[in-house]
């Protein structure tokens, strides 16, 4: 089972840094520094859920093109 975390993070922020990890608070390296690995913010108590289900595509000829991306997306989660 796989399971996303969503941390709000300002943009401003998440351009500083080429990775993050997150281990009861997200690191991040910067970009102009990769041998640092920095705590940019504290994460507690965080809810976790299970990835939603694939919507039903009866017809891909028909079908509204929010439903083709939302499946698309979650596969690429799923399959890493």
């Known amino acids: 089972m796989r399971l ?3 941390i ?3 943009e ?8 993050f990890t997150v281990d009861y608070d997200l690191r991040g390296t910067p970009i102009d520094d990769e041998k640092v ?4 913010k504290y994460v507690e ?3 976790v859920k299970e990835l939603p ?3 039903q595509v009866e ?3 028909f079908s509204d093109d929010y439903s083709i991306g939302w499946n698309a ?5 799923q399959n890493g």
Do not use: G, M, Q, T
Request: aromatic share 6%.
């Open 12 to 19: 401003d922020v998440a351009e500083d840094y080429k990775d």
């Open 45 to 47: 108590d965080v809810k």
């Open 8 to 10: 709000d993070l300002a």
């Open 53 to 55: 289900h694939s919507k």
């Open 4 to 6: 996303v975390l969503v």
């Open 37 to 40: 690995n920095e705590s940019i």
């Open 59 to 61: 017809n891909r000829w």
């Open 73 to 77: 997306c979650l596969e690429e989660i």
